[in-house]
């Protein structure tokens, strides 16, 4: 007879055979496994998925842990690989598209029959002799004008400008150099109609190690004043491209002479003294000035360099507003860059101008009184004591240009209100122009 204890101890392993049979207990994986237990109420676990299990972890807990670091590094490599690889293809992408974009602005439509012709590429050498009508449409006369409602159509491409100025180089004789620069030249020349009369004039052209950006920007700053007519502008006549290197941009000449250069031979003329010009000279010219930018904002058109270096003078001080083609160039010192890889005129710029590159005609008001203080100071520098990087923070300290020595009062007047800081607070240019009319006719009187 077994103890009660045995008797007992059957019971309970009977009862728990009992449990098993009413809520039967999942096979326990494992312990090597890398996983929890099934959860008791989901079905068994296949038997060929826990042999599976059973070898992938027998598999990973074999590899050392250096392996583990391989792997890892060799995932790492791949996605950087990747990465390199993405960028690679969106750099040539957008290569593809500057490359495209560059073909579309230098090249033009010469007739529907041939095709496109590049503007920027040598052309076949023409017979300057030919006076036939195909001649005489392919390019354009050399006193031809456009029609004013052309010539309002702002938004022409570049190469559609160019097409309608395209004259033959080889009427263009080149002369003297009036002024030259790292890369750029100014010449005197002469240009041979087709009826065979010569006209004299100024040509602007590129040194042969010119860079294809320079000569992007010579013939785009070039274009700026297209077509326009008005006494006091001096706009671009012709433009030969036939040489993609060094195009020339032709321009009227008149015995003109650059404004700037006119002023610094007054301060050293021969005989040793200074020539200033007198009050009623310098209002004279500012007036012819103001009319030439009224022309400007009539046409829709901003300067945004306005300066004595971007205007000519003639013998009887008529002036004429130029472009700021070659300017970078022939007048260095006034232009610095400040780390934005683009050369300004720094020290001619209104504070809105300087700081946000924000234009407007309040902007060309603010360079306009610079161009007066360089007139009644024969081309001295304005602010020659500041640094160029200091200069945005100099103006917002209220800083300005000192009266000049035998400045009046009432020039200097003008010059102070074209600084304002606010450009809502500055004149405009027919008030200006009504200002010192007002002040020449006084200055008439006493004379």
Aim: a neutral charge; hydrophobic letters at 35%; one cysteine or more.
């Amino acid at each position: 007879m077994l103890p009660r204890s045995t008797s007992r101890g059957r019971k309970s392993v009977c009862e728990t055979q009992d449990t098993r049979s009413a809520s039967p207990r999942l096979p326990r994986p494992p312990p090597c496994l890398p996983f929890s237990p099934p959860h008791p109420h989901l079905p068994p676990t296949p038997l060929a998925h826990l042999i599976w299990m059973n070898l992938l972890s027998m598999f990973w807990t074999s590899l050392p842990p250096v392996s583990i670091f391989t792997i890892l590094a060799i995932c790492a490599a791949c996605v950087l690989i990747t990465v390199v690889v993405i960028y690679s293809c969106a750099c040539f992408v957008r290569n593809k598209k500057l490359r495209r974009h560059g073909e579309i602005l230098q090249n033009g439509s010469n007739s529907s029959t041939t095709g496109h012709t590049p503007f920027l590429l040598p052309a076949p050498v023409l017979n300057c002799g030919a006076t036939s009508a195909s001649s005489n449409t392919s390019y354009a006369s050399f006193k031809r004008r456009p029609s004013y409602s052309r010539l309002d159509d702002r938004s022409k491409d570049l190469h559609e400008k160019l097409s309608e100025l395209t004259i033959q180089r080889c009427r263009v004789r080149l002369f003297s150099v009036n002024m030259e620069g790292t890369f750029g030249r100014v010449y005197r020349g002469t240009y041979t109609e087709e009826d065979g009369v010569e006209e004299e004039v100024l040509v602007k052209t590129v040194t042969d190690h010119a860079s294809a950006v320079q000569v992007s920007l010579l013939l785009q700053e070039g274009m700026a004043m297209y077509g326009l007519s008005h006494k006091n502008i001096l706009t671009v006549l012709g433009v030969s491209i036939e040489d993609h290197t060094s195009p020339f941009l032709i321009y009227p000449y008149q015995d003109y002479t650059n404004l700037k250069r006119f002023l610094q031979k007054c301060k050293l003329c021969p005989e040793g003294v200074a020539h200033t010009l007198t009050t009623q000279e310098v209002v004279d010219m500012c007036l012819q000035i103001i009319m030439g930018v009224q022309y400007l904002h009539k046409k829709k058109l901003l300067h945004k360099d306005l300066a004595t270096r971007n205007c000519v003078v003639d013998d009887k001080l008529r002036i004429q507003i130029t472009d700021n083609a070659l300017s970078r160039d022939l007048f260095p010192a006034d232009y610095h860059c400040l780390g934005d890889n683009e050369n300004r005129p720094v020290k001619w710029l209104a504070i809105e101008s300087l700081v946000h590159k924000s234009f407007s005609t309040a902007s060309d008001v603010w360079a306009f009184g610079v161009l007066l203080w360089e007139l009644t100071t024969l081309a001295q520098q304005p602010y020659a004591e500041i640094d160029p990087f200091e200069m945005a923070a100099s103006l917002q300290d209220g800083y300005r240009l000192n009266q000049p020595v035998n400045c009046p009062d009432e020039l200097f007047s003008v010059m102070a209100y074209c600084w304002a800081m606010n450009p809502e607070g500055r004149p405009t240019f027919p008030q200006l122009h009504s200002c010192l009319q007002e002040f020449h006719a006084q200055l008439t009187r006493y004379v």
